[in-house]
């Protein structure tokens, strides 16, 4: 299932035009035509992204993101004013209502479609990271601290990459009354401070005159350090096509130039923030959780996790209608090794076959060592089909390579796969395991280091 869109409008033409212009681009969309009932409908099922107009009789929209923002059951939705209102004080409003982004009347397909995009890949992330620090907490590994006491809005470190000196000036001026903010023209200095120096947001202009803005953000999507830093684009008419490109390679945002001032200082304002909540999330999972309940010998999380994490995702499965699909994996003969070549060998065994069995898990998918030999990736939004593809892999990765366990020695392995896929709201996560475990030992009495799906 595709990102889920809500749109808010009391007139019925403008809520059809949106609804078509997002269905076409396969987004599953929720409606509703004042304010009281999009709180109610965000309070009671999964919203990725609201669209809210701002203009409403009773409650205006900026009432609507006060309430969304101000719960900590809501706040982490991603809210688009949707306004035939241009100037400036109101956009200062909205942002003061914790509006995450604006969308001006009549609206535009491109900007319409890449920042709903850009915003639901980002809440559907940030919501399993939720998932699993609300596990930890279950748990009680977390600390008490509220997702909304680190949305503050400190000054944040800003770097700007452009070489148009007009342009530059007038950014900086901007930036620098309220961040930290520093010029560099040249792109390959940009990168080295980047990997250097920690900061929130990297604002590049798309043209530069001397280098290629989309490279440079190639480049900063590939170095671990910035992987998860914000991009901020600004652009000239006319290089929509290259935008698209920026886009899909991982830009957050855009603007287009000549930068408007308070434009400017919203989107960093949003970029910032959403950084720090995403920082926040992934310091809760690597404090609380993976340094607590992980395998000592392989970094995989362990069994007491995955058993209270793949109940969590059962129960989002139920609210959302979304797949999910488990996958055991078991090292064949692996009582052999120990007895043959000892239990160190059999410790880089496993070292090894964990490293293999993690490529095949993507950011959202978690996995295991169960115990032994004996290892299991949960996979969200994965059906029977696809669950298979990954288990074929996971087995060819294991067979294709030998392992070595010595100077000068390497031995094979192979492994053999059971899959199991969650069949609706009946199911639970201890049939779905069992199903899993059961459709291993099938591939084990078929002869080893195959996959095997369950027949339900």
């Not at 907490?137 to 000196?165: C, N």
């Not at 002869?447 to 799906?453: E, L, S």
Request: proline share 4%; hydrophobic share 40%; with cysteine.
């Amino acid at each position: 299932m595709t990102a889920r869109v809500l749109i808010v409008d009391d007139i019925l033409a403008n809520i059809r035009l949106l609804q078509a212009r997002l269905e076409s681009e396969y987004f599953d969309v929720v409606t509703a035509t004042n304010g009281p009932d999009a709180l109610a409908i965000c309070e009671r099922e999964r919203v990725d992204v609201v669209l809210l107009d701002v203009m409403m009789p009773g409650m205006d929209g900026f009432e609507v993101c006060r309430r969304l923002k101000a719960s900590t059951q809501t706040l982490h939705i991603p809210v688009v004013m949707v306004t035939a209102l241009d100037q400036a004080a109101d956009k200062i409003q909205g942002l003061d209502s914790g509006a995450d982004d604006f969308l001006t009347k009549p609206v535009d397909d491109i900007a319409l479609v890449t920042r709903v995009k850009s915003l639901a890949r980002l809440k559907m992330l940030n919501d399993e990271m939720l998932m699993r620090v609300s596990t930890s907490r279950q748990m009680g590994l977390s600390d008490e601290e509220t997702v909304a006491g680190i949305l503050g809005d400190r000054p944040g470190r800003v770097l700007v990459v452009d070489d148009h000196p007009r342009s530059s000036s007038r950014v900086m001026s901007a930036l620098v009354k309220v961040h930290d903010a520093y010029i560099e023209p040249e792109p390959q200095l940009a990168l080295a401070h980047l990997a250097e120096q920690p900061f929130d947001l990297v604002v590049v202009a798309l043209r530069l005159e001397n280098s290629d803005g989309l490279r440079f953000c190639s480049q900063v999507r590939s170095l671990d350090r910035t992987r998860h830093l914000p991009i901020l684009m600004m652009v000239d008419t006319g290089d929509e096509a290259r935008l698209l490109r920026g886009l899909d390679m991982g830009v957050n945002d855009y603007l287009m130039r000549p930068v408007d001032r308070h434009e400017l200082l919203a989107r960093v304002r949003t970029q910032i923030r959403r950084k720090r909540f995403s920082d926040y999330l992934r310091n809760q999972i690597r404090e609380s959780v993976e340094l607590s309940i992980t395998d000592p010998l392989t970094g995989l999380h362990n069994r007491r996790y995955m058993e209270r994490h793949l109940k969590t995702l059962i129960a989002d499965a139920k609210r959302s209608g979304r797949s999910l699909s488990v996958l055991i994996a078991d090292i064949d003969h692996f009582k052999a090794v120990n007895d043959t070549y000892g239990h160190d060998a059999g410790d880089l065994v496993l070292k090894e076959f964990s490293d293999r069995f993690r490529r095949y898990t993507r950011g959202v998918d978690l996995a295991c060592r169960l115990g032994g030999e004996e290892f299991l990736i949960i996979m969200p939004d994965t059906d029977k089909g696809l669950a298979r593809q990954v288990g074929e892999r996971v087995r060819e990765c294991v067979a294709s390579q030998p392992f070595r366990i010595a100077p000068g020695q390497e031995i094979p392995v192979t492994a053999s796969v059971g899959l199991a896929t969650w069949e609706g709201e009946l199911d639970t996560s201890e049939a779905l395991f069992k199903r899993a475990d059961n459709a291993l030992y099938a591939a084990k009495r078929a002869g080893r280091n195959q996959v095997v799906a369950d027949a339900a």
